[in-house]
């Protein structure tokens, strides 16, 4: 059994020749791809030599060394251009996200990207944005008490109505469950503890800025919740 963040990632990767899990740790994401065969190759790395050990002996355990290729470097640097026809970025800050995605721009070609910041998020879509990657589906997961937000994109363009979508997804690639409502009323929450908290500070220009900002997101969410 994986978790349901895992397997959410894992399910957006569908009759694949070659997906690379940029960052994967403990492996268990090209492992499921090639046990679902979502994918007939992966190549599995990370810039820590000592992470990859853990994905190394998965893969020797269960005899796939000719399916899936281990390789350390930073972000997209072990990978081809065109190599492979997905790319994960998943559980890690969304700026160094950002900063895999904008140094390893070269490297994309057509790949689709599956993108999976644990905080930052809005960096990540603002840089989707400008690299001319569009969002075809965002997904919410809920998993010991977590929120995690999933994004799967291809080459092209896309358009930002709402500034509160860089935060919580594009409105038109929302998976509209139960639980992305459950996330937006947590987002909401959250918010709205953010001006309690703010009120309490020294009433600078800063702080007001941050009062009218998080105002105006509670504003749009309550109009996109009705
Ligand atoms: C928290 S783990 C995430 C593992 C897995 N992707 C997941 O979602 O559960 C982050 C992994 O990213 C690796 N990492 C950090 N910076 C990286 C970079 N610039 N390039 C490749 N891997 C990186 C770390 O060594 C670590 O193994």
Redo the contacts with the bound molecule.
């Keep these: 059994m994986i978790s349901p963040?895992?397997e959410a990632?894992s399910q957006l990767i569908e009759n694949k020749n070659c997906v690379a899990?940029?960052?994967?740790?403990?492996g268990?994401?090209p492992i499921e791809l090639v046990r679902s065969q979502r994918a007939q190759k992966v190549i599995a790395?990370?810039?820590?030599p000592q992470?990859l050990m853990k994905t190394q002996k998965k893969v020797q355990r269960d005899h796939l060394e000719k399916i899936i290729d281990l390789r350390v470097?930073?972000?997209l640097s072990p990978i081809e251009k065109n190599e492979c026809d997905a790319i994960?970025v998943?559980?890690?800050g969304g700026l160094?996200i950002r900063d895999?995605l904008e140094e390893g721009l070269m490297k994309l070609g057509e790949a689709q990207l599956i993108l999976?910041p644990m905080n930052n998020m809005q960096y990540v879509r603002m840089t989707l944005e400008k690299i001319h990657h569009r969002i075809l589906k965002e997904i919410v997961v809920y998993e010991r008490h977590h929120y995690y937000q999933i994004i799967l994109s291809e080459p092209g363009l896309m358009k930002f109505d709402n500034p509160i979508d860089y935060w919580i997804g594009l409105e038109s690639a929302r998976d509209f469950t139960p639980t992305y409502r459950d996330y937006i009323s947590w987002f909401i929450n959250q918010q709205e503890k953010i001006i309690k908290a703010a009120g309490q500070q020294r009433n600078t220009v800063n702080v007001r800025r941050k009062i009218n900002q998080t105002k105006y997101f509670i504003r749009m969410l309550k109009e996109q919740k009705e």
């Design positions: 963040r895992l990632i899990d940029v960052g994967t740790d403990h268990i994401i790395t990370d810039i820590s992470s470097g930073d972000g994960i998943a559980g890690m160094l895999i999976q």
